[in-house]
C-alpha cells in the first residue's frame, strides 16, 4: 500500500510539473518602442494558448544584455544587433519595420524637413524655428537615452551619432512624446507606431511617414524591430511558440494593426 501511494505521489508530481513546465510564462526584456506591437502580440498569444508574455519595459540595449546573461529568452531591440553582440552568442531575427517619426508640438506651424537641415537642428547648428519658418523661438532638442535603440537608429540614419545636443535625454518613447506636445518649441523623435495626436510628425523629404512608404523605403528614417536570441541555444516551448505566432497570419494582422510592417 505504502509503495502505491509512493507511486501515485511521483506520478502526481511528474504530471503537475509538466503542466506547470508547459504553462510557464515567455519572459521579454527590452525596448520601448516595441511596447504596442509586444502588448498586441502577447495579448493574441494568450488568448489563443493561455499562455502569458512578460515584458520588460527596459530598452534595447539592455533587453539584449537580459539575454547576454541569461535573464529573458527574447531581447526586444528596436535596432539591428551589433557585431560585438553576435559575438557574445546572439543572433536577431527581424520582426517587423517600424518609422521614426519626427515630431513637433501641434502648434508648431513647419510641415517638413529635409534630412540635411534636420542633421542641422540636432548638431546645433540651426538653433531657431525662425530659420525654418516658423516662430522667432529657440529650438528644444528632446532625445532618448544612451542605448536606445531609437537614438540609435535615429542618430545613425541622419549622420547625427554623438553630435546631438539634446535638451534633455528621456527613459521611453512615452517620455518623449510627453515632452514634445507639452512644450511648443521642441522637436523629438518617437516609434511611429506610438505616435498620437497629441503631437505632430514631420514630413521628411516631403514624405509622409506611413505604413506604405516604409514598406516602399521612401520615408528615410526607418528601423528593424528584432528579437535577440541565443544562438545554437534551443528555446522553450512557449518561448518558440510565441516566435512562431508573430510570423503567423494572426501576428502579422496584430503588427499591422500596431501600426509596423511585418519582415516577412
Known amino acids: 500500500m505504502k509503495k502505491l501511494i509512493c507511486v501515485l505521489f511521483v506520478l502526481i508530481t511528474l504530471l503537475t510539473t509538466g503542466c506547470s513546465k508547459k504553462n510557464e510564462n515567455v519572459s521579454t526584456d ?17 488568448e489563443e494558448t493561455g499562455v502569458t508574455v512578460d515584458y520588460n519595459a527596459t530598452g534595447s540595449s539592455s533587453g539584449i544584455q537580459a539575454v547576454i546573461e541569461g535573464r529573458s529568452e527574447i531581447g526586444l531591440s528596436s535596432r539591428s544587433l551589433k557585431d560585438s553582440e553576435k559575438q557574445q552568442g546572439l543572433k536577431e531575427i527581424v520582426v517587423a519595420y517600424d518609422g521614426i517619426a519626427v515630431i513637433v508640438n501641434n502648434e508648431n506651424t513647419v510641415e517638413d524637413l529635409d534630412m540635411e537641415t534636420l542633421a542641422k537642428i540636432f548638431t546645433g547648428e540651426i538653433t531657431n524655428w525662425s530659420q525654418l519658418g516658423g516662430d522667432d523661438s529657440d529650438i528644444v532638442l528632446i532625445g532618448r537615452e544612451a542605448g536606445s535603440g531609437t537614438r540609435d537608429g535615429f542618430e545613425s540614419i541622419t549622420s547625427t551619432t554623438d553630435k546631438c545636443l539634446y535638451k534633455q535625454e528621456l527613459l521611453s518613447t512615452g517620455d ?12 523629438g523623435y518617437a516609434s511611429l507606431a506610438s505616435v498620437k495626436d497629441t503631437v505632430k ?37 512557449n518561448a518558440q511558440k510565441f516566435i512562431d505566432y508573430t510570423f503567423s497570419d494572426k501576428g502579422k494582422e496584430l503588427m499591422v494593426a500596431a501600426g509596423v510592417v511585418p519582415a516577412n
Open 176 to 187: 518623449v512624446i510627453t515632452a514634445v506636445s507639452s512644450n511648443p518649441n521642441a522637436i
Open 201 to 237: 510628425a514631420l514630413k521628411i523629404n516631403g514624405v509622409v511617414a506611413s505604413e506604405a512608404t516604409i514598406l516602399d523605403k521612401t520615408y528615410l528614417l526607418q528601423r528593424p524591430f528584432v528579437y535577440a536570441v541565443k544562438e545554437n541555444v534551443e528555446l522553450s516551448e
Open 30 to 46: 527590452g525596448s520601448t518602442s516595441m511596447s504596442k506591437v509586444i502588448g498586441m502580440l502577447s495579448e493574441g498569444f494568450l
